[in-house]
Each structure stands twice: as structure tokens, then as C-alpha cells.
């Protein structure tokens, strides 16, 4: 146990999946002139709908703010538009306000403001919101550390296809965190990630062959998934 705890990766931490808002339709002729790159006549028409509460022209309101278009670009006035947004329910920009928090880097970093957002929009199956905030229960950032949270979280996020849930989640199962430990489930966790690319676990698709891991040895498998 303590060699395989040495050799495999653990969760790696700096695989946040930060997102650009997608805009949603609707408002159909201020996206349009957005799109355009007709930004006067956008705002125009977005600013009365957004002030009036429309949420998607809130989110578009925060967009140009955010980047400058048609307005001075201003991260405070982006982030109360966002707010107003993710206050009346539009996931993806519950999503989006939780990765500004945790990033910090138009405004002040806020853990606790990024897992109550992503808490939200994972509530809804946001399913990057799901793999973040399970990363937060695994480290407690912002939350009280509780790996059986975090399991839950990443299991959500690993049934919708989320390559680094799954590789997050056969960790778990490898070391009985928040899981019973069953090697045959990180195997099989494993083999999904690496087949999209995860390198981590690919390698330790290679450890659980060399040393026969859930699965008998096998020294030609295990160096192909090295390799």
C-alpha cells in the first residue's frame, strides 16, 4: 500500500476547468448585433432588457462589460451584472461567477463565494461545477474538507463523461476516500480517463499492471500505458 501511494499521482489540483459563458439565445436581435460586432446598437438594446431583469441580457450586459465591448471595460460592473444573472437561475453563469471568485483575478479571490456558486450550478448538473466543487471538499477550500462530498461530487461529474472526475474519482476508490477501496473500479475509472487523454492516468494504469493492481501483472500492458 505504501508503495502504490508513493507511485500513483494523486488528484491534480490545477485541472480547474474554467469556462467562458456561452450565451444563450434569445434576445434575439442584441445577440445578433453583438455577434456582429455592432456594439453600440447591442447595448442599445441589451442595457433596458437587462435593467428591466432580463437574465440572458444581464449575462450579455456582464459579457461587455467584462471585455470592453461597446463600454469601458470594468470587472465590478461584469461581476453585479453576472450577479443579477446568476441570482435569477442562469446555471451557466452561476458556473461563471464561481470561477471568477476562485480565480481572483479581475476581483478579490473568495473561496467561499466560489463554492457557493459552484454549488448552485453542480445543484442544477453543471458538470465542470461538479468536478471544481468536488475539488474543494477533497482540499476544503472554502467548504469543510469531506471526502465523501467530494466523492459524490466527482462520481456526478464521472457519469456525465467528465474525464478528470473519473481519474479523480479511481484515486479515491485507490485509497478508500471517501469510497470503499476497490481496485477494480479504479481500473476501470483509470482506463476511462486514459482513453481521453489523461496522463495521469495513464501512468498509473502502468503501476496497476506492473504490480497487479485489480488486474493480473502484466508487464507488456503496463509499458504500453507508460509509454
Known sequence: MTRLRNQLYTIVLGTFCLITIVM????????????KG???????????????GDAQAQKMMGIMYDYGHGVIADPQQALAWYLKSAEQGEVEVQYQVGAKYF?????????????KWWEKAASAGQVDAQFNLGLMYYR??????????????FKSASDKGHANAQYSLAVMYAFARGVEKNYDT???????AADKNVAQAQYNLGIFYENGYGVTPDLVRAREWYQ
Open 186 to 192: 479504479a481500473l476501470q475509472l483509470f482506463e476511462k
Open 24 to 35: 444563450a439565445q434569445g434576445y434575439d436581435e442584441g445577440r445578433a448585433a453583438y455577434i
Open 140 to 153: 476544503g477550500l472554502g467548504v469543510a474538507q469531506d471526502d465523501n462530498r467530494a466523492a459524490a461530487l
Open 103 to 115: 480565480k481572483g483575478e479581475t476581483i478579490p479571490q473568495n473561496y467561499t463565494e466560489a463554492a
Open 38 to 52: 455592432d456594439y453600440k446598437n447591442a447595448l442599445e438594446i441589451l442595457r433596458p432588457m437587462a435593467e428591466a
